[in-house]
């Protein structure tokens, strides 16, 4: 029973990961597709004088790379962090 319970946290813990792995890339994708048709528009308009475009791409690129942080980089809360947090909270109140 407890053997289930641990192969089905471990199973949930790593669909949630896939899913936040997948929206990354749907995030991604969307990112780029969107920045290409405003460069596009720049460029059809002219393409005279400042590129704007740079304020859209930078602003939502730094959206993009704190997403990407968070699905590939962002260290897993360990049971460690858990039994911690819950200990400073006893001192707390």
């Keep these: 029973m407890v053997t289930d319970t641990r192969e089905q946290a471990a199973r949930d813990t790593a669909v949630a990961h896939l899913?936040?792995?997948?929206d990354?890339?749907?995030h991604l994708l969307v990112y780029v597709l969107v920045n290409a048709f405003v460069v596009v528009?720049?460029?059809?308009t002219g393409a005279h004088g400042f590129f704007w475009p740079v304020f859209l791409i930078a602003g939502w690129g730094i959206g993009v790379?704190?997403?990407a942080w968070d699905v590939f980089w962002r260290p897993q809360i360990t049971e460690q962090d858990i039994?911690?947090?819950?200990?400073?909270e006893d001192k707390l109140g």
């Design 41 to 44: 528009i720049w460029a059809v």
């Design 65 to 67: 790379v704190m997403n």
């Design 83 to 88: 039994q911690r947090e819950i200990e400073r």
């Design 19 to 22: 899913k936040k792995r997948r």
């Design 24 to 26: 990354f890339f749907g």
